[in-house]
């Protein structure tokens, strides 16, 4: 019989509460697939549901969780109420949230192996993950290559800090989302140890890298520098956006026809 957890809660980064979900397939295969959304996202957006049940159907346990300072709390995890959280979060906070999050799946279904799949910010967060603690493959969807180039330059860069906060848009909710400061200066404090170009240069576990190449929120560069750091082929969805055809809310019973392309590429990956 299949395992399901819905809302299950994990302890992340600082002691936070967050919400997960777990689904092992009845004939599980052992191995176990960690989820790891982007910015601003969460858990249950769009189509990931379905992403989940791809896999799952395929023999594999899914995992699929909410990191701990991404803006959504244990009672709301859509919408974002959490404006202090999401202000304090830091690219050091997610990588720890990986950390705890596979740690509390670890215990409870004890996986013969862990493939890590990110999208976006959290592709970059699972290669640093990646670098200390290795699973057995990540797979990359859209995935940055670089934390530095994405905070403001100059004068946005200096009222940043002068002020200590600045607002972020989140076009899904036309909510302006916080951004303290301490994010820059985590980054700058712990800057080697977020260096995505290094993280990705040390691993000497596989690597999947794909992109689409009408992404405007990731451009396909970032691809293009990822594979060429792992010394892999980039897999280009041709016409792929940045969330390969998927929207919030995804109302349709299957996945969007560049979502299920990627889908069935990594299954490929993950079965090698």
């Not at 202090?84 to 979060?89: G, K, L, M, S």
């Amino acid at each position: 019989m299949e395992q399901r957890i819905t809302n299950g809660i994990y302890t992340g980064a600082t002691g936070r509460s967050s919400l997960y979900d777990l689904s092992v397939p009845a004939a599980w295969r052992g191995a176990l697939i960690v989820f790891v959304h982007g910015f601003m996202g969460f858990k249950d957006w769009g189509p990931w549901g379905l992403v989940s049940d791809f896999f799952v159907q395929r023999g594999f346990a899914f995992a699929k969780f909410n990191l701990s300072h991404n803006g959504g709390t244990i009672e709301d995890a859509l919408d974002f109420p959490d404006l202090e959280a999401f202000a304090q979060n830091t690219y050091s906070k997610e990588v720890e949230d990986i950390a705890c999050f596979v740690q509390h799946v670890k215990a409870m279904i004890q996986p013969k192996a862990i493939f890590t799949i990110g999208h976006s910010r959290g592709g970059g967060a699972s290669l640093l993950y990646a670098r200390d603690s290795p699973p057995n493959k990540v797979v990359l969807w859209a995935a940055i290559s670089d934390i530095g180039m994405r905070f403001p330059k100059d004068a946005e860069h200096e009222k940043w800090e002068q002020e200590g906060v600045r607002e972020v848009l989140n076009g899904r909710l036309r909510q302006y989302l916080p951004q303290n400061f301490s994010l820059y200066e985590d980054f700058k404090a712990h800057e080697s140890r977020l260096h995505i170009q290094q993280a990705m240069e040390s691993l000497r576990i596989p690597v999947l890298v794909i992109h689409g190449d009408q992404d405007s929120s990731v451009p396909i560069q970032e691809g293009i520098s990822l594979a060429t750091w792992s010394g892999t082929q980039l897999v280009v969805i041709e016409g792929g956006d940045h969330v390969f055809g998927g929207k919030h809310p995804w109302l349709a019973p299957a996945l969007p026809e560049h979502l299920h392309l990627v889908c069935e590429t990594t299954l490929r990956f993950l079965l090698a």
